[in-house]
């Protein structure tokens, strides 16, 4: 990988203090201000019903093979109506989402016209993610942090959280979910 000219000194100031060779991006800095960057606006419309997320957030655990056979591996899918789910899991909530991502990529799927399903909590990073392959909801088996709802909140994009089979909490942007 080649970093741009343009870059390499913003990157060169970023200090971080680590033990090891990786981390999330947040851990070993300075500050939380050190990691924060501008997040992409969520620039289009697609709406899900209601009762999709729901029958997406049973099939979820279905499709997550190692889990079962762990119980300690995240999965990140992306989901759309009348389509197969993407998933991929990972021992690290940020590692599934990243092999999700490089799947869509790969593939070549319109991921703004889907979103995102976590068994995680969302956590900025998360969202940042979200944000730069243009998904416009987010949907999270687990609670968000403050600071992950006020970036969606900022962004555009829908957030929703504590979702279960028979209900879930949407802190921004509900104008996405039909029938709510």
Same mark, same amino acid.
């Given at each position: 990988?080649?970093? &741009?000219?343009?870059?390499?000194?913003?990157?060169?100031?970023?200090?971080?203090?680590?033990?090891?060779?990786?981390?999330?991006?947040?851990? *070993?800095?300075?500050?939380?201000? +050190?990691?924060?960057?501008?997040?992409?606006?969520?620039?289009?419309?697609?709406?899900?019903?209601?009762?999709?997320?729901?029958?997406?957030?049973?099939?979820? #655990?279905?499709?997550?093979?190692?889990?079962?056979?762990?119980?300690?591996?995240?999965?990140?899918?992306?989901?759309?109506?009348?389509?197969?789910?993407?998933?991929? @899991? +990972?021992?690290?909530?940020?590692?599934?989402?990243?092999?999700?991502? *490089?799947?869509? #990529?790969?593939?070549?799927? @319109?991921? @703004?016209?889907?979103?995102?399903?976590?068994?995680?909590?969302?956590?900025? @990073?998360?969202?940042?993610?979200?944000?730069?392959?243009?998904?416009?909801?987010?949907?999270?088996?687990?609670? &968000?942090? #403050?600071?992950?709802?006020?970036?969606?909140?900022?962004?555009?994009?829908?957030?929703?959280?504590?979702?279960?089979?028979?209900?879930?909490?949407?802190?921004?942007?509900?104008?996405?979910?039909? *029938?709510?």
């Amino acid at each position: 990988m080649w970093i &741009p000219h343009s870059q390499q000194e913003s990157l060169r100031q970023r200090r971080r203090r680590l033990i090891g060779p990786t981390g999330c991006g947040l851990c *070993g800095s300075e500050s939380l201000a +050190d990691t924060l960057r501008p997040i992409r606006n969520a620039q289009n419309d697609f709406a899900v019903p209601a009762s999709f997320i729901a029958t997406e957030l049973a099939e979820i #655990a279905t499709r997550q093979h190692l889990n079962r056979q762990t119980h300690a591996v995240h999965a990140a899918a992306w989901c759309r109506p009348r389509q197969h789910m993407v998933l991929r @899991e +990972d021992v690290g909530r940020h590692n599934a989402l990243d092999k999700l991502a *490089g799947a869509l #990529a790969w593939t070549h799927v @319109e991921a @703004e016209q889907g979103f995102f399903l976590l068994s995680s909590r969302v956590s900025i @990073e998360m969202v940042q993610k979200s944000a730069a392959i243009g998904i416009p909801i987010i949907v999270a088996i687990s609670a &968000p942090t #403050a600071l992950a709802v006020r970036a969606c909140d900022h962004a555009g994009l829908t957030l929703i959280a504590v979702a279960r089979q028979n209900g879930f909490e949407v802190f921004t942007h509900p104008r996405r979910i039909l *029938g709510c």
